[in-house]
């Protein structure tokens, strides 16, 4: 195993274009760096007490860790005198064994923060690279990795982009975001909000911080939100969509398995493409029920609707006790 020790360490320059993270300008140049060549597919397992983890990807196969060290809001040079003194407050690993390259940042001691000093991370991969990443000094930026990875933060947001293979995300320090994924997905928040846009694959989605939006999804949707509303569209066999914090709204087509709807803080709304001809079990109650009956064999009233249209065959729940349910169908 090869470990970095920073009593004396060597800084390598690259001529890399730095993106802007955690309030650090593309100028800054990173305190420590350290390299590590790989020659197949690994796993990078990354932690920070010390700040934020931002994880992009490149063409080479080397996965380059750059440790940004700030005091007072300003990132130091390699060469400031303050820098041994505050890497005593902090534990650090940057190390390789096998496949495996590991980046720890850890403070020493929950007060260290009263010192105004972080550490962030910003961790250049092979695009064909897992990742476990965590961190519980700021948030958390992903944008291009494939593998099968899992992401936490207990420090700030999690926002994912560009990534692929099986995934899960949570925070409870902010928002979880994920933009144009291909794979199953889970996601949670406890601390915001909780949106994905353009995934292929499943996704779990849940959150008592804030409102839950899946759109453009090409798979089963699950997502449940007592912080706010809940909206879905896209393609879906099967959508499962419940909101105790507002309404639940869903846009879908494809629709084959199963259709359930719930919100006990707002209503419910429906749109579901060609549904004119689907074998539906509808099973809808609330204040008002909203639907255009088509081939329809069972019980309607103006609260409760349940039968069975064009023969039935894929269950449809819809029940809201904060508001209507409105079904629409549209070819």
């Known amino acids: 195993m090869k470990t970095t020790k920073f009593r004396m360490y060597t800084v390598v320059v690259m001529t890399l274009a730095l993106l802007s993270f955690n309030g650090f300008s593309k100028d800054n140049q990173p305190t420590i760096t350290k390299t590590f060549e790989m020659n197949q597919a690994g796993t990078l397992n990354a932690s920070s007490s010390g700040g934020g983890v931002n994880v992009t990807t490149h063409n080479l196969p080397q996965v380059i860790i750059q440790a940004f060290v700030r005091k007072n809001g300003n990132v130091l040079a390699p060469s400031d005198r303050n820098l041994d003194e505050i890497l005593e407050n902090f534990d650090l690993e940057f190390s390789k064994s096998g496949s495996e390259i590991t980046a720890v940042v850890k403070r ?181 029920v909203n639907i255009e009956l088509h081939n329809f064999n069972g019980s309607s009233e103006k609260d409760r609707v349940k039968g069975k249209m064009n023969g039935g065959g894929i269950p449809a729940y819809m029940h809201a006790s904060g508001g209507n349910v409105n079904v629409r169908f549209d070819e």
């Open 108 to 288: 020493k001691n929950r007060f260290s923060f009263l010192n105004n000093v972080g550490i962030s991370l910003s961790i250049i991969v092979p695009r064909e690279m897992s990742c476990n990443v965590s961190s519980s000094g700021g948030g958390l930026k992903i944008n291009g990795v494939e593998g099968t990875h899992e992401f936490s933060s207990s420090g700030g947001g999690v926002k994912l982009e560009n990534t692929s293979g099986n995934t899960k995300a949570r925070s409870s320090g902010g928002g979880v975001k994920a933009n144009n994924h291909k794979g199953n997905i889970r996601l949670s928040s406890s601390g915001g909000g909780v949106s994905a846009d353009e995934v292929q694959g499943s996704v779990y989605a849940r959150s008592s911080g804030g409102g839950v939006s899946v759109s453009n999804v090409q798979g089963d949707v699950d997502a449940s939100s007592s912080g706010g509303g809940v909206s879905v569209s896209g393609e879906a066999a099967s959508v499962k969509a419940t909101s105790s914090g507002g309404s639940v709204r869903v846009d879908i087509r494809g629709l084959s398995d199963e259709l359930y709807l719930q919100s006990s803080g707002g209503g419910v709304d429906a749109l579901i493409h060609g549904g004119k001809n689907l074998g539906l079990d509808l099973d809808l109650r609330s204040g008002r």
